[in-house]
């Protein structure tokens, strides 16, 4: 494992978990793009590895906000999302997903821009979870869809029920990861190594809640789900 690489990974992921500890998710859109540009055998499972970690420090800071009542179907349909995004890694192309996935994000961001106020229900949040599957499994970016379907609630809440649903998202594609061959020792201990810069992402990105809080938390949501989907296209385009 090389110094400067494993470097720059660390500072991208050091600033992804800032932001998603402060946001509620976009530690992969920030980290994807430049870890994919240095070392592409570490996308996507030291990030979801690194997003696991995470995940437990914002359910545990966020607890009394966490709404498992509406959690229980995007747990259900994230699993055959998860199921989908693996099998589509290992039979499909992944230049034109990666391009798909960033068209419909996009598309998605310009929709609820002009779009009308919605409530988080469980249907909605169970076909998000479908499509996170599929996305995040893929492209290691699967926070999109259920952020932009959450994002009329409140930030506390938003965040907590964010991070539960990551913790479990986190676990079913490493779970897939293993049993496709993506995860073995050495990703293992690279994935390890990246841990420490969790926990100090975690702790700035606390102190930054209360400037999201303050009337900034949808507009901020909004451009991190646009760039997610121009950070899959631009990963799309570097493989060519």
């Given at each position: 494992?090389?110094?400067?690489?494993?470097?720059?990974?660390?500072?991208?992921?050091?600033?992804?978990?800032?932001?998603?500890?402060?946001?509620?998710?976009?530690?992969?859109?920030?980290?994807?793009?430049?870890?994919?540009?240095?070392?592409?055998?570490?996308?996507?499972?030291?990030?979801?590895?690194?997003?696991?970690?995470?995940?437990?420090?914002?359910?545990?800071?966020?607890?009394?906000?966490?709404?498992?009542?509406?959690?229980?179907?995007?747990?259900?349909?994230?699993?055959?999302?998860?199921?989908?995004?693996?099998?589509?890694?290992?039979?499909?192309?992944?230049?034109?997903?990666?391009?798909?996935?960033?068209?419909?994000?996009?598309?998605?961001?310009?929709?609820?821009?002009?779009?009308?106020?919605?409530?988080?229900?469980?249907?909605?949040?169970?076909?998000?979870?479908?499509?996170?599957?599929?996305?995040?499994?893929?492209?290691?970016?699967?926070?999109?869809?259920?952020?932009?379907?959450?994002?009329?609630?409140?930030?506390?809440?938003?965040r907590a029920n964010l991070s539960v649903y990551f913790a479990y998202s986190c676990t079913l594609s490493l779970i897939a990861y293993a049993?496709?061959?993506?995860?073995?020792?050495?990703?293992?201990?690279?994935?390890?190594?990246?841990?420490?810069?969790?926990?100090?992402?975690?702790?700035?990105?606390?102190?930054?809640?209360?400037?999201?809080?303050?009337?900034?938390?949808?507009?901020?949501?909004?451009?991190?789900?646009?760039?997610?989907?121009?950070?899959?296209?631009?990963?799309?385009?570097?493989?060519?």
């Amino acid at each position: 494992m090389e110094l400067l690489p494993w470097s720059i990974a660390a500072i991208s992921l050091l600033i992804g978990c800032w932001v998603q500890t402060a946001l509620g998710f976009g530690m992969a859109v920030i980290a994807a793009p430049l870890i994919i540009l240095v070392e592409p055998n570490w996308v996507p499972a030291p990030i979801t590895a690194t997003a696991l970690i995470l995940s437990f420090f914002n359910i545990w800071s966020e607890r009394q906000h966490v709404q498992l009542n509406k959690l229980w179907l995007p747990f259900v349909t994230r699993i055959p999302g998860t199921i989908v995004g693996a099998w589509l890694l290992l039979q499909l192309n992944v230049f034109w997903l990666q391009v798909f996935v960033a068209g419909s994000v996009m598309l998605a961001v310009v929709i609820s821009h002009f779009g009308t106020k919605f409530e988080y229900t469980q249907r909605r949040m169970g076909v998000a979870a479908f499509v996170s599957g599929i996305m995040g499994t893929t492209t290691s970016i699967g926070g999109p869809p259920m952020a932009l379907v959450m994002q009329h609630g409140a930030p506390p809440a938003v965040r907590a029920n964010l991070s539960v649903y990551f913790a479990y998202s986190c676990t079913l594609s490493l779970i897939a990861y293993a049993y496709i061959g993506l995860l073995d020792k050495q990703m293992m201990q690279i994935s390890l190594s990246f841990i420490p810069l969790s926990i100090i992402g975690f702790y700035f990105g606390k102190k930054a809640r209360r400037y999201v809080d303050d009337g900034r938390f949808r507009p901020l949501l909004l451009c991190l789900c646009a760039a997610s989907g121009l950070a899959a296209l631009g990963g799309a385009l570097i493989k060519i």
